[in-house]
């Protein structure tokens, strides 16, 4: 969700001076993940999985997360399974996910394999 403000400053000591928040935008969302060794950096494969409109609206066909909690799910799943080197198995281990063929997973992984 992407907050929404009605103009009003919160100007308290825990507000900092930020937008009064008053409701979210339902129609887009950001999702992220975060990765972190203390051993090694983690290899970005893609630093972004689907896109938003100009007018900031999610485009909805940029990805199977896009426009489904469900399969964003999915996505996060996989992507833990890629970090430990078993992206190969997200079929048999999930075989009614959403995500489409081996390709259409492939596009979806955002980190390269890490030794953890």
């Not at 996505?75 to 259409?104: I, Q």
């Amino acid at each position: 969700m992407l907050p929404r403000s009605a103009g009003c400053i919160d100007d308290s000591l825990e507000g900092r001076g930020k937008g009064e928040w008053t409701g979210d935008n339902q129609q887009t969302a950001a999702s992220f993940y975060l990765v972190y060794s203390p051993d090694n950096r983690p290899t970005a494969r893609r630093h972004q999985i689907g896109h938003m409109r100009a007018d900031a609206s999610v485009e909805t066909a940029s990805s199977p997360a896009a426009n489904n909690v469900n399969q964003l799910v999915q996505t996060v799943l996989l992507n833990y399974m890629a970090l430990h080197g078993e992206e190969g198995e997200f079929s048999n281990r999930f075989p009614d996910h959403g995500l489409g063929n081996s390709t259409s997973l492939d596009r979806l992984i955002g980190i390269e394999r890490m030794v953890i």
